[in-house]
């Protein structure tokens, strides 16, 4: 047993070793779902620098390595104000996710604050909203499906079941840019999700210079079908940097140079 | 004194009173309590409050104090059927829709614990319409899941109040379920009944249709163009009938607790066969007596009490009344004991009614009799009189236009069963039960022998029947009906009546 566990673990930390994989977006002009400008009600396209995003979520095999690697991130030494009472909480054992937690399945159950040291000890960082919104705008064969409602579908089916006991392995259908998993799998911790506008009651949110956006029933969001987008940001508002759930986990960016 | 000094005066004197009056005010004020419905801190050990799923309700809190309540509530997605074979993933206080229900004292002081599953995907928080403070607690329970929230909130108003979830989208959420009442009792308590129920409208929006089957998700634009699939009574058709329905008896005081979570539709509350002895309409402290509909506004309850006095199953519906038999707004309230029949007697009598023979309607029959007798009718008196005949007996079956009921009735329009005069005769006379073929359709059913008619009222009918909808003409006579009658044993056809 200890040598299979041993073995395991052995095969977590190669997982590791290779390189992840990253896509490269071009970035470009975008249009948010999040009112970018001074006012509210219009759209304001912003411009995205191109970057790279990881192809799938770290998984929990990857997040083995780091913790063993990175021993003050391990379940139990963590810092409570980095990682609440659940960091972790399905784990076997602080390194090892065990049989509950297969390794190939996205880590959940971690904070922004190890999220983003993750990301850091991959030469990495956590993706902006806007990145984020720009890789999961795409379907498998267009770069912003969004006006599409089995785009819409597709990310509401998964709303409406409740969290699996054991998640999927990573590596479901590429986008247009080859980037999997943005939909259907977890939510994901993005790197500003405290600059997300929804207050804890969504509906008083009255004073436009305050906070620039009202979630009431998508009013002053920007296209009223973008309410499954505006799930995502609720639920990422609804996060403290220490907080953890149990279908919360994370994926890197890297900044590209733009071409030469 | 003329009127305008007189006026002027009343001003001054009214302007002397209320400098008085503004005088007063903080003294009077430093008098009273701080707060209506502030008894002061909470008294004795901290309480756990009973919720209850509905349509249950927790006892009365039988306290004359203000305590410290503690509500746990756990918010759990899960699916639930919404109708036979049809499943829908529902968002839920306390696991059912409507939420578990919460009793508390006014004056109380309540440890309010939002609990958020941690299997469930979304961040959920609360609004409790009986809450004085920002969001009715929205913006103190916003919580992740797997996560908790605390707030606590003096319950400083009494009635029954409306909670629902505020998370954006907030239509959404309170169209999943999220909803439930919070009862503050009047500090003396409300008045002892025999049977209290929690009884909660909602409407939900299904991608399918009405009763498709399989698993329905969540249709946004039916919510934003308020074009509910279902509109439910605790969540499901049929949560409250069949063996589910609710019950009481006889001579007993029933009190219902009837909330509205919407999210877009206003409730029209209707019990049919009762009547409201007491509404305490929009859930406020006023009493409206012999209510038959209450409207209950979506986010908004009631409390309604009457006493059961006749056995039987009382349906209660929302009174936008296909809501009821098209979308499922439904329930029964099933009385049982001693019937009273000087209340209520059942039906005395089951007979015919034949409106169409009345008064003018047979002027055309006296008509064709009259004739008869001088020897002047014609084949017009004939079809005059039939019809009117035709009217009272045959179109109950045969339709006032002789097209009979497919499947049921054949027609006797253009219909290739008529045969001669004999045939005709006997079929009304003797009836026809069994198997025919009209037009090439078959026909399996029973007339009965129609022999109460008179040889007269016979011809006549049969008459308007071969000049009407197209038959071919013609005319019956009375000699006619006599030749088939002499043949036909009288008690054969009675026998078969």
């Known amino acids: ?26 970035g470009g002009r975008f249009e948010s779902v999040l009112p970018q400008g001074a006012v509210p009600t219009a759209s304001t396209p912003v411009d995205i620098a191109p970057f790279a995003m990881r192809v799938t979520p770290v998984t929990a095999g990857e997040y083995a390595a780091f913790v063993a690697a990175q021993p003050q991130w391990q379940r139990g030494r963590a810092a409570r104000v980095m990682a609440d009472a659940r960091y972790l909480a399905k784990w076997a054992t602080p390194l090892l996710p065990g049989a509950a937690v297969p390794a190939s399945s996205p880590v959940t159950d971690v904070s922004w604050f190890a999220a983003s040291a993750f990301c850091e000890a991959e030469g990495a960082r956590l993706p902006t909203w806007l990145e984020w919104e720009f890789a999961a705008a795409a379907d498998a064969t267009r770069t912003d499906a969004r006006r599409d409602p089995a785009w819409r579908r597709q990310i509401l089916s998964w709303y409406e079941q409740p969290t699996a006991a054991m998640l999927p392995a990573v590596g479901g259908a590429p986008n247009a840019y080859g980037v999997r998993d943005l939909h259907g799998a977890i939510w994901e911790w993005v790197d500003d999700f405290n600059a997300l506008f929804i207050a804890g009651d969504s509906r008083t949110q009255g004073d436009p210079d305050k906070l620039k956006f009202c979630g009431a029933g998508a009013l002053n969001i920007i296209d009223r079908d973008s309410y499954a987008v505006l799930m995502r940001i609720a639920l990422l508002s609804s996060l403290n940097g220490a907080d953890t759930t149990g279908s919360l986990g994370f994926r890197c960016v890297r900044d590209l140079e733009r071409t030469p | 004194m003329n009127a305008r000094t007189r006026i002027a005066g009343l001003f001054r004197a009214t302007q002397a009173l209320a400098l008085a009056a503004a005088l007063c005010a903080p003294l009077l004020s430093l008098a009273a309590p701080k707060a209506t419905g502030d008894f002061g801190p909470p008294k004795g050990a901290p309480i756990k409050a009973v919720l209850t799923s509905p349509p249950h309700v927790p006892p009365p809190t039988n306290r004359n104090y203000p305590a410290k309540v503690i509500v746990d509530l756990e918010v759990v997605e899960k699916t639930m059927q919404i109708s036979e074979g049809v499943n829908y993933t529902f968002w839920t206080f306390g696991g059912s829709v409507p939420g578990s229900f919460i009793r ?69 959420h309170v169209a999943n379920g999220m909803y439930g009442l919070i009862l503050v009792e009047p500090p003396q308590g409300l008045p002892k009944v025999d049977r209290e129920f929690y009884v909660m409208q909602g409407d939900f929006y299904t991608q399918g249709k009405y009763r498709e089957k399989g698993h329905q998700s969540f249709d946004m634009e039916k919510a934003i163009d308020e074009k509910p699939t279902y509109v439910l009574f605790n969540g499901a058709e049929g949560a409250l009938t069949g063996d589910k329905a609710i019950t009481a008896k006889v001579g007993e005081t029933v009190r219902l607790y009837i909330g509205n979570g919407g999210p877009n539709l206003v409730s029209s509350f209707h019990v049919i066969g009762a009547i409201f002895d007491q509404v305490r309409f929009e859930g406020g402290s006023n009493v409206q007596r012999n209510v038959q509909t209450t409207l209950i506004p979506a986010g908004g309850a009631a409390i309604a009490t009457f006493k059961a006095q006749v056995p039987g199953s009382y349906v209660m519906v929302d009174h936008s009344i296909f809501r009821a038999f098209n979308k499922g707004a439904l329930a029964i309230l099933k009385i049982e004991g001693k019937e009273d029949k000087r209340i209520y007697s059942g039906k005395e009598l089951d007979a015919v009614y034949l409106g169409d023979r009345a008064g003018p309607n047979l002027a055309a029959v006296t008509t064709a009799t009259t004739n008869a007798a001088a020897g002047t009718l014609t084949v017009q008196d004939q079809i005059k009189a039939g019809q009117a005949l035709f009217a009272g007996t045959c179109s109950v079956c045969h339709q006032a236009n002789g097209e009979g009921l497919a499947n049921v009735f054949p027609p006797l329009a253009k219909s290739d069963f008529l045969g001669d005069a004999k045939r005709l005769v006997s079929v009304v006379l003797n009836g026809l039960s069994g198997k025919v073929t009209v037009n090439g359709k078959d026909y399996n059913s029973v007339m009965p022998p129609m022999n109460q008619l008179n040889d007269d009222e016979v011809a006549n009918i049969l008459t308007y029947v071969l000049n009407s909808w197209g038959n071919p003409g013609g005319a019956i006579s009375t000699d006619d009906v006599k030749k088939v009658r002499a043949g036909v044993p009288a008690a054969k056809g009675q026998a078969e009546h």
């Open chain 2, 104 to 172: 508390v004292r006014q004056g109380d002081t309540v440890e309010f614990h939002l609990k958020n599953h941690p299997s469930s995907k979304m961040p959920h928080n609360i609004d409790l319409h009986g809450v004085t403070g920002p969001g009715g607690g929205a913006t103190s329970s916003f919580t992740a899941p797997g996560h908790e929230s605390q707030f606590t909130f003096k319950a400083l108003n009494e009635g029954i109040y409306v909670y629902h979830c505020a998370t954006a989208p907030v239509g959404m």
């Open chain 1, 1 to 26: 047993m200890k040598r299979l566990v041993a073995v395991i673990a052995l095969a977590a930390v190669c997982a590791a070793g290779h390189a992840a994989e990253y896509a490269k977006l071009p």
